[in-house]
């Protein structure tokens, strides 16, 4: 290939580029269209749903769960924990230090999940800590190297991720290295953000 087809190729990836950042009819803000972050298969981009007609059905569309066990989920579940939305959730998966945590049963996390989550199920979540920067001693567990973390489930009335908190809480975890990423599941396929894994 010659040096003048070489940059003629280079010019037209980056115009083609450029105008798929232009194409995005539904950003994610004003300034940011998408958002890329590593996952264990490699970079994942998240980005809105680009059809403006598009609406939520099935299991995403359901208003009224019976209460017990689907009970509206209180904005801070436990003393010290942050009430995250979906822009803090974005930084987050892109901060090599912290780690998102899909706190569902495996069922509902390989029926689809938030890109570069990882899935430990609030009935486990004792048993992994270590994975959130915990070290197991006599006691049960050390936590002053803990990570920041966010937890979430299906929504505002799954009770997943604040029953994993306050149970991480009481085996020592610090609460303000905890966020609640309270709208979950529902919140982020209602808003049309990438969902990875399942339907």
């Not at 232009?22 to 998408?34: E, H, L, M, N, R």
Request: net charge negative.
């Amino acid at each position: 290939m010659t040096t003048i087809s070489i940059k003629s190729l280079a010019l037209a990836v980056m115009c083609s580029a450029g105008m798929a950042a232009a194409d995005t009819t539904v950003g994610i803000t004003k300034s940011v269209p998408q958002v890329t972050v590593q996952t264990p298969s490699g970079p994942q981009v998240i980005e809105r749903i680009q059809d403006p007609s598009h609406e939520i059905a099935g299991e995403w569309a359901r208003t009224s769960r019976p209460c017990p066990d689907f009970c509206i989920q209180p904005m801070t579940p436990a003393p010290g924990v942050s009430t995250i939305g979906e822009l803090e959730v974005l930084d987050m998966l892109q901060d090599p230090q912290a780690i998102v945590v899909d706190s569902r049963t495996p069922d509902w996390f390989q029926g689809g999940t938030i890109p570069g989550s990882i899935n430990i199920p609030y009935i486990y979540i004792l048993d992994e800590l270590g994975q959130l920067g915990c070290e197991a001693d006599f006691d049960g567990w050390d936590c002053s190297g803990a990570k920041q973390v966010a937890l979430f489930c299906n929504g505002i009335w799954c009770g997943q991720s604040p029953t994993a908190i306050r149970n991480m809480i009481g085996a020592g975890f610090p609460a303000e290295r905890i966020s609640y990423y309270r709208g979950g599941m529902q919140t982020w396929r209602l808003l049309g953000l990438t969902v990875t894994g399942g339907g």
